[in-house]
């Protein structure tokens, strides 16, 4: 029998890591690194209880894959250990490349996705473990002939949103998100390589599409959660043009590099070992060292921000189920003008708009398969009782400083 590690998750209870690869990359510098990644961003401006990591997630979502390809092998599925072991690194590395709170930041200090970034670390990890993980590239990259273990990894109804989902409504406490993931998983199967769902599980189902809607209001676009999250992209934007001007007093020196160059998707295929090890060393706490240095810098635009953020006294944030007008606009650029006394290149770092979505469920992705106790396949929105929204919920916002405390000002 494989020993292994027993590691005590506060969702799931006892779970295994079996030593061998997994318990070597989970070990590995690059991935320790998630450890100080937030798995939500600032959402514990809101929900104190959400401190919880990109780490945590990695390793609750290898459990459900483990308990997944458990459920599939029992029914006969044909996965053979090295699959098993593949589809594991697979899920285990998915959120690899995520950057200082995940993706808040993601195209702000570098320009290529997360999604991009963990391809590269993987294939960084598989010259250092001598080509043990070409499957489980393969199965992130949804090239694998066993197609079924790519959709466990990405999809609309995968391990990786199913743990996601558990773990940040155990965190933050909002119970709209829990999902019955224990028995969604008893419902998986395989027909035609294609991972399919049973009927009986439907359900399930339709109350994991629910949770996910829910939580993405309720969790991910709160207003006030994505008043923090602007406040922290504009503070990472002021500080490069002050840089780029040498008007920024201190920088710490694992931020320098992606404040000096402008990274794309070509630097990272010309000089990858490079640009992955300047990456990895970037965690949540540079950021925020950083905003405390900041808060006392001489350009009062940084220095402003950086307290308002630092003491949650944070910009005001209004959704429209409209585009926000251009009256609207000039209205609260004159009251911000009225108190700032700045130019128009301070008003852009107090005042603007932008607008986010919500999509449960896409008709453009592969659907959700349903298999019918007569043994037919058939999509999700076939199966249920009402008419699954056929595209996302848009909303607009309009965010905003307000005249704050004049300790704050000082």
Same mark, same amino acid.
């Given at each position: 029998?494989?020993?292994?590690?027993?590691?005590?998750?506060?969702?799931? *209870?006892?779970?295994?890591?079996?030593?061998?690869?997994?318990?070597?990359?989970?070990?590995?510098?690059?991935?320790?690194?998630?450890?100080?990644?937030?798995?939500?961003?600032? #959402?514990?401006?809101?929900?104190?209880?959400?401190?919880?990591?990109?780490?945590?997630?990695?390793?609750?979502?290898?459990?459900?894959?483990?308990?997944?390809?458990?459920?599939?092998?029992?029914?006969? +599925?044909?996965?053979?250990?090295?699959?098993?072991?593949? #589809?594991?690194?697979? /899920?285990?590395?998915?959120?690899?490349?995520?950057?200082?709170?995940?993706?808040?930041? @993601?195209?702000?200090? /570098?320009?290529?996705?997360? @999604?991009?970034?963990?391809?590269?670390?993987? @294939?960084?990890?598989?010259?250092?473990?001598?080509?043990?993980?070409?499957?489980?590239?393969?199965?992130?990259?949804?090239?694998?002939?066993?197609? %079924?273990?790519?959709?466990? +990894?990405?999809?609309? %109804?995968? $391990?990786?949103?199913?743990?996601?989902?558990?773990?940040?409504?155990?965190?933050?406490? $909002?119970?709209?998100?829990? $999902?019955?993931?224990?028995?969604?998983?008893?419902?998986?199967?395989?027909?035609?390589?294609?991972? $399919?769902?049973?009927?009986?599980?439907?359900?399930?189902?339709?109350?994991?599409?629910?949770?996910?809607?829910?939580?993405?209001?309720?969790?991910?676009?709160?207003?006030? +959660?994505?008043?923090?999250?602007?406040?922290?992209?504009?503070?990472? &934007?002021?500080?490069?043009?002050?840089?780029?001007?040498?008007?920024?007093?201190?920088?710490?020196?694992?931020?320098?590099? %992606?404040?000096?160059?402008?990274?794309?998707?070509?630097?990272?295929?010309?000089? #990858?070992?490079?640009?992955?090890?300047?990456?990895?060393?970037?965690?949540?706490?540079?950021?925020?060292?950083?905003?405390?240095?900041?808060?006392?810098?001489?350009?009062?635009?940084?220095? %402003?921000?950086?307290? #308002?953020?630092?003491?949650?006294?944070?910009?005001?944030?209004?959704?429209?189920?409209?585009?926000?007008?251009?009256?609207?606009?000039?209205? @609260?650029?004159?009251?911000?003008?009225?108190?700032?006394? *700045?130019?128009?290149?301070? /008003?852009?770092?107090?005042?603007?708009?932008?607008? &986010?979505?919500?999509?449960?469920?896409?008709?453009?992705?592969?659907?959700?398969?349903?298999?019918?106790?007569?043994?037919?396949?058939?999509?999700?929105?076939?199966?249920?009782?009402?008419?699954?929204?056929?595209?996302?919920?848009?909303?607009?916002?309009?965010?905003?400083?307000?005249?704050?405390? &004049?300790?704050?000002?000082?």
């Amino acid at each position: 029998m494989q020993k292994s590690k027993i590691i005590n998750d506060p969702v799931y *209870g006892f779970i295994q890591i079996p030593e061998g690869i997994l318990l070597d990359l989970i070990n590995h510098p690059y991935f320790q690194r998630l450890s100080r990644i937030k798995q939500v961003s600032l #959402a514990h401006y809101v929900y104190p209880g959400a401190h919880h990591t990109r780490f945590h997630h990695a390793l609750g979502a290898l459990h459900l894959m483990q308990e997944a390809l458990s459920i599939l092998t029992s029914k006969g +599925v044909e996965i053979s250990p090295h699959e098993q072991t593949s #589809a594991c690194i697979a /899920i285990l590395l998915h959120d690899i490349g995520h950057g200082p709170f995940s993706h808040t930041l @993601e195209n702000t200090l /570098i320009k290529v996705s997360h @999604e991009k970034l963990s391809i590269a670390f993987m @294939e960084a990890l598989n010259i250092t473990f001598e080509g043990k993980l070409t499957e489980a590239i393969s199965i992130f990259r949804r090239t694998h002939p066993k197609y %079924f273990l790519s959709q466990l +990894v990405s999809g609309q %109804f995968d $391990v990786d949103r199913l743990d996601y989902l558990s773990r940040d409504s155990f965190f933050t406490g $909002v119970t709209e998100g829990v $999902v019955g993931y224990s028995r969604i998983i008893k419902m998986l199967s395989v027909s035609d390589g294609a991972l $399919v769902v049973e009927e009986k599980g439907i359900y399930s189902v339709e109350k994991f599409l629910i949770a996910r809607r829910l939580m993405y209001w309720q969790v991910y676009l709160h207003k006030t +959660v994505l008043a923090a999250e602007n406040m922290l992209i504009k503070i990472i &934007e002021r500080a490069r043009i002050l840089h780029k001007r040498n008007q920024l007093q201190y920088i710490p020196s694992s931020l320098k590099y %992606f404040m000096d160059n402008d990274i794309t998707e070509d630097h990272l295929s010309e000089n #990858a070992l490079f640009l992955l090890d300047k990456f990895a060393a970037l965690d949540d706490f540079d950021i925020f060292s950083a905003i405390k240095e900041w808060q006392n810098e001489e350009d009062r635009l940084l220095a %402003f921000i950086c307290k #308002a953020l630092l003491n949650r006294e944070l910009f005001k944030l209004k959704f429209s189920d409209v585009p926000i007008s251009s009256e609207k606009l000039l209205v @609260e650029e004159s009251n911000i003008k009225s108190w700032w006394k *700045g130019d128009d290149e301070e /008003i852009s770092f107090l005042l603007f708009s932008g607008k &986010e979505s919500n999509r449960a469920y896409s008709y453009a992705q592969e659907e959700i398969k349903i298999l019918t106790k007569e043994g037919i396949v058939k999509p999700m929105s076939d199966c249920v009782d009402y008419p699954l929204p056929p595209g996302g919920i848009e909303k607009y916002y309009l965010c905003y400083a307000s005249n704050l405390k &004049e300790k704050t000002l000082s």
